[in-house]
């Protein structure tokens, strides 16, 4: 089991950046992913990396915005994002998928698919 911590979360003005970094306790060399949650609504998806860092995927929320980076030998992933909106706002959580082979973009965008989450952190946008 791969324990993960996101960190980086807080209040952020509307049209800043900001960067979250999803944290494992072990090798996390399998496709990460990030997802974010806001009050009411259901878990979306935000991003994904495979663990090469040589497949992504993005939201269309987010597209343009927003950047995955890895660092397989820190065991650290990053989401970076820009241009924050108040729609931004939301609990994100990282979460793996210890298949070694990515599929397909489609696929990585389920909550479903993924074996191990973080706890989440906070991301308030204020305007």
């Known amino acids: 089991q791969v324990h993960l911590v996101e960190s980086g979360g807080g209040v952020v003005q509307a049209g800043d950046s900001l960067r979250l970094t999803c944290a494992a306790s072990?090798?996390?060399?399998?496709?990460t992913g990030w997802f974010r949650q806001a009050p009411g609504k259901e878990r979306e998806f935000v991003a994904a990396?495979?663990?090469?860092?040589?497949?992504?995927a993005y939201a269309d929320s987010v597209k343009g915005r927003a950047s995955v980076s890895r660092n397989n030998a820190r065991n650290t992933v990053a989401l970076q994002m820009h241009r924050l909106e108040s729609s931004d706002t939301a609990v994100y959580y990282c979460?793996?998928?210890?298949?070694?082979?990515?599929?397909?973009?489609?696929?990585?965008?389920?909550?479903?698919?993924?074996?191990?989450w973080g706890q989440g952190t906070q991301v308030t946008i204020s305007s």
């Open positions: 990396m495979s663990w090469s860092g040589h497949n992504t």
């Open positions: 979460a793996v998928n210890r298949s070694p082979d990515w599929t397909d973009a489609a696929h990585y965008s389920r909550p479903e698919v993924y074996d191990s």
């Open positions: 072990g090798r996390i060399a399998y496709t």
